[in-house]
């Protein structure tokens, strides 16, 4: 079935440094939301992408669909304790009737 | 404010029970999902739901079914328990309008 793969699995920083999450499909997807889970939680909607090549920033935050709608990514300046947990991405499925979730990063900081 | 609750936080069972986990939603949401979330693996969707009495099978939908009788709750059930069912069962709604998803709190599904 449509896969969406994301990596890394795990990443360490310092308190400070930046961050990269990078997702990316076989197929165009039609649209890319990022999810963020936090330690013990369940995972929150933090935004969706729909247009090629499109930017948002959200804070320290910046996601980017790539121009041919096949991979994203999510970059997070300056790190901080408070962003610690696992980051998802998730693409519709062919059909346009689920969300098909990467496996996720999981990011933990140190201060 | 959207609000997805599931019927237990904490669930342990043996080997071969009926196991019930409820989902209810109040947004009046039309797509209601059940994933399970294990290490290593992500999400993986079982079931989903997009009307009432209607269901679609996921990615790994053997040893389990749903049930949608009313369009608020959806109900996963695994028919007989096994060990490799235990996971964080995760329940997520939908409205038609929209793309984003809001995940209940989870279920801890221990199975002995």
């Known amino acids: 079935g449509q896969q969406v793969m994301q990596i890394p699995q795990y990443q360490h920083v310092q308190e400070g440094e930046d961050f990269t999450t990078y997702c990316n499909s076989s197929?165009?997807?039609?649209?890319i939301q990022w999810y963020k889970q936090r330690p013990g939680g369940h995972p929150v909607f933090l935004i969706q992408l729909v247009k090629s090549g499109e930017v948002k920033k959200q804070k320290r935050l910046t996601f980017q669909f790539g121009e041919a709608k096949k991979n994203s990514s999510l970059h997070i300046t300056a790190t901080q304790t408070t962003d610690v947990g696992t980051y998802f991405c998730a693409a519709l499925n062919q059909a346009g009737t689920a969300l098909i979730f990467g496996k996720g990063t999981t990011l933990s900081v140190s201060s | 404010d959207v609000k997805v609750t599931q019927s237990s936080r904490y669930l342990v069972k043996r080997t071969g029970e009926k196991v019930f986990l409820e989902c209810v939603q109040d947004?009046?949401?039309?797509?209601m999902f059940w994933y399970r979330q294990d290490p290593g693996l992500g999400l993986r969707l079982i079931y989903f739901s997009y009307d009432v009495k209607m269901k679609e099978k996921g990615d790994i939908p053997e040893g389990y079914s749903v049930s949608r009788e009313k369009k608020e709750r959806f109900s996963l059930i695994l028919e007989s328990a096994s060990t490799n069912q235990t996971s964080m069962y995760l329940c997520?709604?939908?409205?038609?309008?929209?793309?984003?998803?809001?995940f209940g709190p989870g279920t801890r599904l221990t199975v002995l």
């Open positions: 197929t165009t997807l039609s649209n």
């Open positions: 997520a709604s939908r409205g038609i309008s929209y793309n984003e998803q809001f």
């Open positions: 947004m009046d949401h039309e797509n």
